[in-house]
């Protein structure tokens, strides 16, 4: 599978900045803000207007968590999320409120079928969005519902008078977008958009997402745990594994020469991905009885435990660390871990007199 970029770049402010963003669904431990069960822990993510950005890794690895928080159904205990130069955490009463109706970011769930209400027909689940925000009359509304229909590449004369069980997977997810763009949103997060749907539909509504990102100057985050799906529409991925983001950058950097051993796992988890190394999950894992087994419950790296590459260091959880203008990880050895592994901070220089690459072989 080829991999693409869109026209997006860096140089224009990001539309979507997250810092340090930590969440928990426990109660907090004694003397911290953090709860036992941390979903999220130091998360960044930048987003910009007309991009599609993929957040990947396994399920429990904070995806899900993190568009949640953007869009206020969960409170985070640390961090900042910032739109468009506002801080939503700042916003409080009217102004929250205000935001909301608005719709400028919206969420597409992952099941479309218990997201939508069974009893409403299309044009009132398409509908709905407007009507809570206001301010149209009734043939304005009826007419963004059938642009907004006919925008997702369904026939609002075919679909209008269906509910949610008469219409096919595909025709569901279709739905569920159109009901998330016919407030002409800034930012579209899509929670799993794909992962119940067959391959033709898969493709479909990849395609879509990418069609309408360009159309609409759309801002597009696509969660997911299939890297050859975002392989074809994503301009930049981050890679979250244990509620910490791990890598983040260029999807074609990110995914042909991986920095971070979990990443490097991912990628051979999708032979459809051209990459530059040839690691095995059988080259990465720690025997059970081995030291380093426990270091991720002692406060160590999260991936420690499974990582053959991890030293004494890695006792310690790393930051996340600039690779260059577009690219960080939180690895000790970034982009070094196919070499024997040192003692060392990642920071330290590397001998003058050594040619070998930096890069994955």
Same mark, same amino acid.
């Given at each position: 599978m080829?991999v693409?970029?869109?026209?997006? !770049? !860096?140089?224009? *402010?990001?539309?979507?900045?997250i810092? #340090?963003?930590? /969440?928990?669904?426990a109660?907090?431990?004694r003397g911290?803000?953090?709860?036992?069960? *941390?979903?999220?822990d130091?998360?960044?993510?930048e987003?910009?207007? +007309? @991009?599609?950005?993929g957040?990947v890794?396994?399920?429990? $690895?904070?995806?899900?968590?993190?568009? &949640?928080?953007?869009?206020?159904? /969960?409170?985070?205990?640390?961090?900042?999320?910032?739109?468009d130069?506002?801080?939503?955490?700042?916003?409080?009463?009217?102004?929250?409120?205000?935001?909301?109706?608005?719709?400028?970011v919206?969420? /597409?769930?992952?099941?479309?079928?218990?997201?939508l209400?069974? #009893?409403?027909?299309?044009?009132?689940?398409?509908?709905?969005?407007?009507?809570?925000a +206001?301010?149209?009359s009734?043939a304005d %509304?009826?007419q963004?519902v059938d642009?907004?229909?006919?925008?997702?590449?369904? @026939?609002?004369? =075919?679909v209008? &008078?269906r509910?949610?069980?008469?219409?096919? +997977?595909?025709?569901?997810?279709?739905?569920?977008l159109a009901? *998330?763009?016919?407030t002409r949103?800034?930012?579209?997060?899509?929670? @799993?958009?794909?992962? =119940?749907?067959?391959?033709?539909?898969?493709?479909?509504?990849l395609?879509?997402?990418? %069609?309408?990102r &360009?159309?609409?100057d759309? *801002?597009?985050?696509?969660?997911?745990?299939?890297? $050859?799906s975002?392989?074809?529409?994503?301009?930049?991925?981050?890679?979250?594994?244990?509620?910490?983001?791990? @890598?983040?950058?260029?999807?074609?950097?990110?995914?042909?020469?991986?920095?971070?051993?979990?990443?490097?796992?991912?990628?051979?988890?999708?032979? $459809?991905?051209?990459?530059?190394h040839?690691?095995?999950?059988? #080259?990465?894992?720690?025997?059970?009885?081995?030291?380093?087994?426990a270091?991720t419950?002692?406060?160590?790296c999260?991936?420690?435990?499974?990582? &053959?590459?991890?030293h004494?260091?890695?006792?310690?959880?790393?930051?996340?660390?600039?690779?260059?203008?577009t690219?960080t990880? =939180?690895?000790?050895?970034? +982009?070094?871990? #196919?070499?024997?592994a040192?003692?060392?901070q990642? !920071?330290q220089?590397?001998?003058?007199? $050594?040619?070998?690459?930096?890069?994955?072989?």
């Amino acid at each position: 599978m080829s991999v693409t970029t869109s026209p997006a !770049t !860096t140089d224009t *402010a990001p539309l979507l900045r997250i810092t #340090d963003l930590a /969440v928990s669904y426990a109660a907090p431990r004694r003397g911290t803000h953090l709860g036992t069960g *941390a979903a999220l822990d130091g998360a960044e993510l930048e987003v910009r207007r +007309g @991009e599609i950005v993929g957040i990947v890794g396994e399920t429990g $690895s904070g995806k899900t968590t993190l568009a &949640r928080a953007t869009v206020g159904l /969960v409170s985070p205990a640390r961090g900042t999320i910032e739109f468009d130069g506002t801080d939503l955490g700042s916003l409080r009463g009217r102004a929250l409120r205000d935001f909301r109706r608005r719709g400028r970011v919206q969420l /597409v769930f992952q099941d479309s079928l218990r997201s939508l209400d069974p #009893d409403l027909d299309v044009a009132a689940l398409v509908a709905e969005p407007l009507d809570i925000a +206001g301010g149209l009359s009734a043939a304005d %509304r009826s007419q963004r519902v059938d642009e907004a229909l006919q925008e997702v590449g369904l @026939e609002p004369g =075919a679909v209008l &008078r269906r509910r949610p069980g008469q219409l096919s +997977g595909g025709q569901r997810q279709r739905v569920a977008l159109a009901r *998330a763009i016919v407030t002409r949103p800034d930012l579209l997060l899509c929670d @799993e958009p794909v992962s =119940a749907l067959d391959v033709s539909n898969r493709n479909l509504v990849l395609n879509l997402l990418d %069609r309408l990102r &360009r159309d609409l100057d759309l *801002a597009v985050v696509i969660i997911a745990h299939d890297l $050859s799906s975002l392989a074809g529409i994503a301009d930049r991925v981050a890679v979250f594994y244990r509620s910490r983001l791990v @890598e983040q950058g260029p999807i074609r950097e990110v995914l042909e020469s991986p920095a971070h051993p979990y990443t490097a796992l991912l990628t051979a988890s999708a032979p $459809s991905v051209t990459r530059h190394h040839r690691l095995r999950p059988d #080259d990465v894992c720690v025997p059970v009885d081995d030291e380093r087994a426990a270091w991720t419950a002692d406060g160590g790296c999260v991936f420690a435990a499974r990582c &053959r590459f991890a030293h004494d260091a890695c006792r310690v959880q790393p930051d996340v660390l600039p690779l260059g203008p577009t690219r960080t990880a =939180a690895c000790y050895v970034a +982009g070094r871990w #196919d070499q024997p592994a040192q003692p060392t901070q990642p !920071t330290q220089p590397t001998q003058p007199q $050594s040619t070998q690459s930096t890069q994955p072989a």
